[in-house]
């Protein structure tokens, strides 16, 4: 068997071996390296990771699954076989530009926090709750992903690498449709995905809704350490995590547009789910007091129950003013979630040569979270002497309130742990306004805006009486350049930015792996401002090389430190001084009679300090990736893809990534004039996805080693009677994604 660090050594030429030929690849099944992760991460070798897209390019071959398109980068998923069975958050890994960290965490072009619509509209979550809801979306529901890089001046100014777009299945025909699908997915487990989803269609009035029930249970294996101190002696720890979860989804949608005129429309959209979530963990720590010696072992259980009630609905009314492109859109948005959490951890503690109980202890949570977002927005088009000005007006309070409680077992009664317990509550107002305009001259388009946001933001944890507050109102201009050059086109961009911190990751309450390692919030954090440079050069019409350079103020990103009281590893967001990162990528689709094939690949260069126990050092470092994305025709309708992707080592906050290599594959055949399709899905084929790394900083000398459930066999069926379903309007706001 092949060793995995010899096939990462091979993986260039591995490439472009299943470039040039359209075959399935059968390869032996790669261990994993025996060399400890600390160990590579202080190799000084060349990194390699995701890059991004620019404006106003275009790639043509209809059968491409991934293009590049009016300044966004789409992934097609609707007929693509390698999107039955899997979810949104397995999508996302394949996607050029969005890294996946530990505790599945999504970045876009190295920026944690990104915002996520779901047809146009934003989620409101982030983080774990995010990464949660992605996992419970089908991917079968999905026609295709979009990465804006660069939005315009109508587009909200939170995001400093862009927003990504999950577009789902829209048909339009009148009259009536139903669509029945059902998926069966093994992996360590079986997982289930039922979905029913119906409309009609007069012409003046269009009704939809829809009812989903997923499964996607998984377990997921990890290894990690780090060194703590504990009376004078230090004392090396290596952990083994075994996480089940289960998980039932059920969301809901329900939805109608009303002609009331031939230039008035009314619209109304619901979207709701609800989330039993339950993952019982368990991880063994031992602890080696010098050289190997085994001083002690301490097995953690910890119980978790966090069901999710989410509930968004929307208004929406448009006026035609005339037939010339006058109109005027004015929406309105409630959102409320709710996260009921319970959580038990207890620890049991044995010495390490006679396997005696030395101590135990519980910890017992309590950790109710709600959020509630209101909002509301109106734009105008208005074209005049051959320039379309766009303006528009927005208003949104977001309010957070999170009253948690600890408890310790203390003489087998349960007493409040006073300095872990808080009430945290969070207000935001923001005030929004921009102004647009976008004029071509012959084979030149120039498009300019401007926006202004007044943010009034307050914090607070009322048992220290801790308050941050902010009250700023900053100017985000953009502007965009297009010249066309016979089957060639240019573009440059410029744009600010600003991502501002989740709702969670303020939140100064503690997540748990166990009793030597938790998450937490940063009420003190403070808004990332960037400016965005981007260039791009499509020739041929398909063929795209595009280059973006990014300077980030008051960059957010993971910090670890020593909770001394504690004596656990502290991972919580913070801000560091600054990030520069500079990213090219390279398109290509080909195509041979029944085969065709989308190359991607890229280069990068990330900067920033790291903080160390004394003065903070910069970290540099290049990566790249490449992706190759294979379809092929084969007789009797049915139709094999097969896609590769691989990653070198990566910059990611004050970790180092390890490389990272894996392929998909499936086939789809359809029956019934397209009416019944079935889709066969491989997942992880050769069962290499690993997640890797180890911290650069000495705060905390902290490694880990994830093996999710990747690896895993799918069947789905899709009938469809009647009629095509209709499309789900879009409509956004910026608050929601930051839960």
């Known amino acids: 068997m092949y060793q995995l660090k010899q096939i990462s050594m091979l993986l260039t030429l591995f490439t472009l071996f299943i470039a040039a030929i359209p075959v399935v690849v059968i390869a032996q099944q790669p261990a994993d390296s025996s060399n400890k992760i600390k160990q590579r991460a202080a190799a000084d070798t060349l990194l390699f990771s995701r890059t991004d897209s620019m404006r106003q390019v275009t790639v043509t071959a209809s059968r491409n699954m991934l293009q590049v398109e009016n300044g966004r980068i789409t992934m097609n998923v609707a007929n693509s076989t390698l999107a039955a069975g899997s979810s949104v958050f397995d999508l996302l890994k394949k996607m050029p530009g969005i890294g996946i960290g530990q505790d599945d965490n999504i970045s876009l072009r190295g920026t944690e926090g990104v915002n996520v619509l779901i047809d146009g509209k934003m989620n409101y979550l982030s983080g774990k709750q995010l990464a949660d809801l992605l996992k419970g979306l089908s991917s079968d529901n999905v026609a295709k992903i979009e990465l804006v890089t660069t939005p315009a001046a109508e587009f909200d100014a939170a995001g400093n690498a862009g927003f990504i777009n999950i577009v789902t299945r829209r048909r339009t025909i009148r009259g009536?449709?139903?669509?029945?699908?059902?998926?069966?997915?093994?992996?360590?487990?079986?997982?289930?995905?039922?979905?029913?989803?119906?409309?009609?269609?007069?012409?003046?009035?269009?009704?939809?809704?829809?009812?989903?029930?997923?499964?996607?249970?998984?377990?997921?294996?990890?290894?990690?350490?780090?060194?703590?101190q504990e009376h004078d002696t230090t004392y090396r720890l290596e952990r083994i995590n075994t996480s089940n979860?289960?998980?039932?989804?059920?969301?809901?949608?329900?939805?109608?547009?009303?002609?009331?005129h031939d230039r008035h429309q009314l619209s109304a959209h619901y979207h709701g789910y609800f989330d039993d979530f339950t993952a019982p963990k368990e991880a063994v720590v031992n602890r080696y007091a010098g050289g190997h010696q085994l001083h002690s072992a301490v097995t953690t259980f910890n119980n978790i129950i966090e069901p999710y009630h989410y509930d968004a609905g929307n208004l929406a009314w448009l006026w035609q003013i005339d037939t010339a492109g006058k109109k005027l859109t004015t929406e309105t948005h409630y959102i409320s979630y709710r996260n009921l959490s319970d959580a038990l951890m207890t620890s049991i503690t044995t010495e390490g040569s006679t396997g005696d109980v030395t101590a135990e202890n519980a910890l017992r949570s309590h950790q109710p979270g709600y959020i509630t977002i209101r909002s509301a927005k109106s734009d105008l088009e208005w074209p005049y002497k051959n320039i379309m000005w766009k303006a528009g007006l927005k208003y949104a309070y977001i309010s957070n309130d999170n009253n948690y409680r600890f408890d310790s077992l203390i003489g087998n009664v349960y007493r409040e742990a006073a300095s872990m317990s808080n009430h945290f509550l969070y207000h935001e107002r923001i005030s929004a306004a921009y102004v647009s305009a976008s004029r071509k001259f012959k084979r030149t388009s120039l498009l300019a805006g401007l926006r202004i946001e007044h943010t009034d933001a307050k914090g607070y944890t009322v048992r220290d009486g801790f308050t941050n507050r902010w009250t700023y109102t900053s100017f985000f201009p953009s502007l965009s350049i297009d010249h066309a050059m016979n089957r060639s086109k240019f573009n440059i961009s410029i744009s600010r930015r600003i991502n501002r911190p989740t709702y969670a990751d303020l939140n100064p309450v503690r997540w748990y792996t166990d009793q030597y390692f938790y998450y937490s919030g940063n009420p003190a954090l403070v808004p990332e401002m960037a400016w965005l440079f981007s260039t791009a050069f499509t020739f041929h019409h398909k063929y795209i090389l595009t280059a973006t350079w990014g300077i980030r103020e008051n960059y957010m990103t993971k910090k670890l430190t020593i909770d001394a009281a504690a004596n656990a590893v502290k991972s919580q967001t913070a801000n560091f001084s600054s990030m520069q990162r500079f990213d090219v990528l390279l398109s290509a689709p080909f195509s041979a009679g029944p085969w065709s094939m989308q190359l991607s690949a890229g280069v990068n260069h990330?900067?920033?300090p790291i903080p160390q126990t004394?003065?903070?050092?910069?970290?540099?470092?290049?990566?790249?990736?490449?992706?190759?994305?294979q379809q092929l025709k084969l007789p009797g309708g049915f139709r094999f893809e097969l896609a590769s992707f691989v990653y070198s080592r990566e910059l990611w906050g004050v970790y180092l990534k390890d490389e990272l290599f894996f392929m998909d594959a499936g086939m789809r055949k359809s029956f019934l004039k397209e009416n019944l399709v079935l889709?066969?899905?491989?997942?992880?084929?050769?069962?290499?996805?690993?997640?890797?790394?180890a911290s650069l900083s000495n705060t905390a000398n902290y490694w880990y080693n994830d093996r999710p459930e990747a690896h895993r066999i799918s069947l789905s069926v899709r009938y469809h009677i009647g009629g095509r379903l209709l499309p789900k309007k879009a409509s956004s706001i910026e608050e929601q994604e930051r839960l």
């Open 606 to 608: 990330s900067r920033y």
């Open 614 to 629: 004394g003065n903070d050092v910069i970290a540099s470092r290049w990566a790249a990736n490449a992706q190759v994305q």
């Open 245 to 260: 979860y289960h998980i039932k989804f059920y969301t809901w949608r329900l939805g109608g547009e009303w002609r009331i």
């Open 679 to 693: 889709q066969f899905t491989f997942m992880d084929l050769l069962r290499t996805y690993r997640l890797r790394g």
């Open 176 to 228: 009536y449709g139903i669509d029945l699908r059902s998926t069966v997915t093994r992996g360590s487990t079986w997982m289930f995905n039922e979905n029913i989803g119906a409309s009609i269609n007069t012409g003046k009035l269009s009704l939809y809704g829809s009812f989903d029930y997923n499964m996607p249970n998984r377990k997921v294996k990890s290894t990690s350490g780090n060194t703590v």
